[in-house]
């Protein structure tokens, strides 16, 4: 089954620190990646995707993942992170063999220090 | 104004009780999903239903049932049989297809006392 990895449980940044957050999934074909955020209080939102073409993905609020096939990663980024940051980043694979079930990572708290 | 609906927000069982968690959604979704999402796990993937009438089990579905009687509609029972309840539940729904977007709600925090 496939699994996904992310191994930063947990990020502390100042405000305008680069970030990256990690994802890596288990198997390899054809795979739909997403990553979601989820703000305190707030309902679990989509923040990117990549279904094919351009391997690099550009979301909302200036968040941007490569996919890397041959590493089997998806790690999120943004050049400059703010206050507003804060909150829950859990990356998802859907891959064809399991129809359209997403297998979720363990998620990364981040906190950004104003 | 289209979404998904989640209630409670909170809920309280005494255990040995069996409770439902309510979620509709009016966005026209054909699958509608339940994870449970616990600290550092991630969301696991409880139930799933494609289509009305018609569900199967996600990774943990022992201790919870559901039902599927309605397109917009797709209650979560929690039974007595789940040893470890106390968590957070999210509802979701997607168009059917390849590579859909999931749409979540606000979740539903149940804890046991």
């Known amino acids: 089954a496939q699994s996904v990895s992310q191994h930063n449980h947990h990020v502390i940044l100042s405000e305008a620190a680069s970030l990256e957050l990690g994802c890596n999934y288990s198997?390899?074909?054809?795979?739909?990646l997403f990553w979601y955020v989820q703000y305190p209080g707030q309902h679990l939102q989509l923040l990117l995707k990549?279904?094919?073409?351009?391997?690099l993905v550009k979301g909302i609020k200036g968040f941007e993942a490569e996919f890397i096939k041959s590493k089997f990663s998806f790690n999120l980024r943004k050049p400059s992170v703010q206050w507003s940051d804060t909150a829950e980043y859990f990356c998802?694979?859907?891959?064809?063999?399991?129809?359209?079930?997403?297998?979720f990572g363990g998620g990364t708290r981040l906190m950004v220090k104003p | 104004d289209g979404g998904i609906t989640q209630s409670p927000k909170y809920l309280f069982r005494k255990e040995g009780q069996n409770v439902t968690l309510s979620c509709e959604q009016n966005?026209?979704?054909?699958?509608m999903y339940w994870y449970r999402q616990d600290p550092g796990q991630g969301l696991r993937l409880i139930y799933y239903?494609?289509?009305?009438?018609?569900?199967q089990k996600g990774d943990i579905a022992e201790g919870y049932s559901v039902s599927r009687e309605k397109k917009e509609s797709f209650p979560l029972t929690v039974t007595s049989a789940q040893k470890n309840p106390t968590a957070f539940y999210l509802c979701?729904?997607?168009?059917?297809?390849?590579?859909?977007?999931?749409?979540f709600g606000p979740g539903t925090r149940l804890t046991v006392l």
């Open positions: 979701a729904s997607t168009i059917r297809g390849r590579g859909d977007t999931q749409y």
């Open positions: 198997y390899g074909g054809t795979v739909n």
């Open positions: 990549y279904f094919s073409g351009d391997p």
């Open positions: 998802a694979v859907k891959d064809g063999n399991a129809g359209n079930m997403l297998t």
């Open positions: 966005l026209n979704h054909d699958a």
């Open positions: 239903s494609q289509i009305v009438n018609d569900f």
